[in-house]
């Protein structure tokens, strides 16, 4: 399974457009880039998904260029609710493969 | 929709008990997973379930652990005997693995936080 390498942890104040990058320089050609949020007392929650170029959801968006070897999480406008650890994961499209979990980013949303 | 339900939420148990950690997926869902997630070492995945078949059980720490899936709506996670190092958070999560668009992410539930004094 492909390592991912991303930043500990980021500050950010409400309203602003956070990016988390992520980077997995062995990632297989068969594998997807997933990431997941987790809450304190909560498990992890499925956020975005992609394979190549960018994919847009109603909660972020995901940036994957052409080389596949990086990834960029961008969520838009985020609130103190979006204080979390956001994790990203490289592998099986996740549904009928374990997932890999690494440290995660955790972002702080600040007022 | 009811999501992963997983009882208890919280264990505190003494050394040497036994502890059995109970899951619910998603109705419908065909894939389970057990992780574990720790200060030290993270998420790790414990063992997994397809069609109530254990597929992978090579995370499971050793022969204390076992876990079960009796039917598609219920697995257990049973320590015995529990230790300290135990503790931790214990999670489970479902999901259905069908073809293309039908194809769903796992999904969790909110743990079991065991604690072994």
């Known amino acids: 399974l492909a390592k991912t390498t991303q930043p500990i942890s980021m500050d950010s104040y409400e309203g602003q457009e956070v990016n988390i990058t992520c980077s997995h320089n062995n990632i297989a050609t068969n594998d997807y880039i997933t990431w997941y949020q987790q809450f304190p007392s909560q498990g992890p929650r499925f956020i975005i998904q992609?394979?190549?170029t960018k994919v847009t959801n109603e909660v972020a968006s995901l940036f994957i260029p052409a080389d596949r070897k990086s990834s960029t999480l961008s969520l838009p406008r985020v609130s103190l609710s979006d204080t979390a650890v956001y994790y990203c994961l490289v592998g099986g499209r996740s549904g009928n493969t374990p997932l890999v979990f690494g440290k995660g980013t955790r972002l702080s949303v600040i007022a | 929709d009811a999501g992963v339900i997983q009882s208890p939420r919280h264990e505190v148990t003494e050394m040497g008990q036994e502890v059995t950690l109970r899951c619910k997926p998603i109705?419908?869902?065909?894939?389970l997973f057990w992780y574990r997630q720790t200060m030290m070492r993270g998420l790790e995945l414990l063992i997994y379930?397809?069609?109530?078949?254990?597929i992978d059980d090579s995370g499971m720490p050793e022969d204390r652990f076992s876990a079960k899936m009796p039917n598609a709506s219920f697995s257990t996670l049973k320590i015995q005997p529990s230790e300290p190092r135990d503790s931790a958070v214990y999670f489970c999560?479902?999901?259905?693995w069908g073809r293309g668009y039908s194809n769903q992410p796992q999904h969790f539930g909110d743990g079991t936080r065991l604690s072994i004094l």
């Open positions: 379930f397809n069609n109530n078949v254990p």
């Open positions: 992609g394979y190549k």
């Open positions: 999560a479902s999901s259905f």
């Open positions: 109705s419908g869902h065909d894939y």
